[in-house]
């Protein structure tokens, strides 16, 4: 399988201090990755850094086979802004589109049959007139996946895409993710849910301040580290 | 009625009032959506505080063209809240409070310590709610307000997509590599330049209601972007127009006139909205 990220000794932080340091680890295509950590683990600034929004203090992330910061779809956390906003699905849908299109200003005809294609995908096309504020927040969820999708046909970064949901809706999203998953998508996902993490992942990236664990996910259920953490049940 | 309308606007000065009037709500309106939404509602007022502040600066120094010292003191003003918005130890809503009242009480001393006139209560009123100086603006004057309002229209249609895209989701916009910081200095910049262009018409203490009212009316009853952005720029049209007939008609001031048909606006759009939703 072929390397999309590999990080070395990756160290993260602000001028006045290490946020995260010494990670090492790698993404290949098809990966199923999840993140886990508490919260100040570094979670949010090793997002940052992969999305290359934040430079690393010291260390390297290393892009391969021609696939860069751009090529990774980016799925936030919701923000209040949004609840409220008067936005038509398929108008955020399109805006996933925009990376691509540099200066010019306007939507062509194949950006909004990518769009339209990805709407299908998710099973929202009966929604794609309605008003973003007023779907559930597990089809706003699907928005946002079509988005990401838009900007992307090689990774997904899932900012705790779950909470918020009620657990039907989550179940049905972490579905959803794994089947895009199948489709040769590689998933990085941050999670709170040590149990959907270990359903749903390939591997295992568990960070608290440095690098307390990184492989597969058996070896992880069989390590010290996540036999402590599988216990307590959450993290 | 219609012949004291005719007789009002056969005077070119009239005319002028009206072209300026339409365009400056046309502007303002779009801008609207946009600041409503990323909650900068009241970066109008303050910026509005600051431009008086600049003007009573400039009405110290006995500069003839005034514009040429409010028009940058407020877009670095502007461009200054947009900044301490985002990270810093003086959060955005707290820092347009600071600014705009400091700016006010500046001005206003500045007024009374070295008056420019005998009647500084007038003066003061003048910029706080609008003079009649709409009245006597020139011929250049409406076209400096159409040369911005053209910027302004261009600047707005072609960044569509991107002022969504950064006003939706700022993070997301980052990580696909739309320069965000980018676009909000060009909003906040052509803000300031409305509201420089506004001053005149509607006053500082007014003109965020040119801004937020059309906005939040068209967001009672549309839902998507794109059709609440031409129903608030509709809306503003219409209330600048019949705002200032109203007021030719009834010799009421006319920026608060303006305002007023706003709100009557706003209120109608509200119960509208209550009703669809029962």
């Known amino acids: ?235 | 009625m219609l012949a004291t309308l005719e007789y009002y606007f056969s005077f070119p000065f009239v005319r002028y009032a009206f072209v300026v009037v339409i365009l400056i709500a046309l502007c303002s309106s779009l801008l609207g959506v946009p600041l409503v939404l990323k909650r900068f509602s009241f970066i109008g007022d303050g910026l509005s505080h600051v431009a008086f502040g600049a003007m009573a600066v400039a009405a110290v120094t006995g500069i003839t063209n005034r514009t040429v010292i409010i028009l940058p003191v407020t877009v670095i003003s502007a461009v200054l809240i947009l900044r301490t918005g985002q990270n810093t130890k003086i959060r955005g809503d707290a820092s347009i409070a600071m600014i705009s009242v400091g700016a006010l009480a500046t001005g206003y001393i500045l007024m009374n310590l070295f008056p420019s006139s005998s009647n500084i209560s007038a003066d003061v009123c003048g910029s706080l709610f609008g003079s009649n100086s709409i009245l006597t603006l020139k011929e250049s004057d409406v076209w400096l307000c159409t040369i911005m309002a053209v910027i302004v229209l261009t600047v707005f249609v072609l960044f569509y997509n991107k002022i969504f895209s950064v006003t939706f989701d700022e993070n997301f916009s980052k990580a696909t590599g739309i320069n965000s910081d980018g676009y909000n200095l060009v909003i906040a910049i052509i803000t300031a330049i409305i509201i420089v262009l506004a001053m005149n018409l509607v006053g500082s203490l007014l003109i965020s209601a040119l801004i937020i009212f059309p906005a939040l009316s068209a967001m009672r009853i549309f839902k998507s972007f794109r059709s609440v952005i031409i129903c608030s720029a509709v809306i503003s049209v219409i209330c600048a127009s019949s705002g200032i007939i109203l007021s030719l008609l009834f010799s009421t001031p006319v920026g608060a006139t303006i305002v007023v048909s706003d709100l009557a606006v706003f209120l109608v759009f509200s119960a509208v909205s209550v009703f669809a939703k029962k």
């Open chain 1, 1 to 235: 399988m072929s390397k999309q990220i590999i990080c070395n000794n990756l160290t993260l932080g602000y001028e006045d201090g290490v946020v995260t340091e010494n990670l090492n680890f790698s993404v290949s295509t098809g990966d199923y990755l999840c993140i886990l950590g508490e919260n100040g683990s570094g979670k949010s600034t090793l997002i940052k850094a992969l999305l290359g929004l934040k430079p690393q203090l010291s260390g390297e992330i290393k892009w391969c086979d021609g696939f860069s910061a751009r090529d990774i779809g980016y799925l936030p956390q919701q923000t209040p802004v949004q609840r409220d906003f008067p936005a038509s699905v398929r108008e955020i849908v399109l805006s996933g589109c925009l990376s691509k299109k540099g200066f010019h200003p306007f939507y062509n005809s194949a950006e909004k049959k990518l769009a339209d294609d990805k709407i299908k995908q998710l099973g929202i096309d009966s929604l794609a007139r309605k008003c973003y504020r007023e779907l559930s927040g597990g089809q706003q969820q699907r928005v946002l996946l079509a988005r990401a999708l838009c900007a992307t046909s090689k990774m997904l970064l899932l900012d705790e895409p779950a909470t918020a949901l009620d657990p039907h809706a989550q179940l049905e999203l972490y579905e959803l993710i794994a089947n895009l998953n199948r489709q040769r998508i590689s998933i990085i996902m941050v999670s709170h849910d040590i149990t959907a993490s270990l359903k749903y992942a390939t591997h295992i990236l568990h960070i608290s301040k440095k690098q307390l664990f990184f492989g597969t996910k058996s070896d992880y259920i069989n390590s010290n580290t996540g036999r402590a953490f599988i216990e307590k049940g959450e993290i």
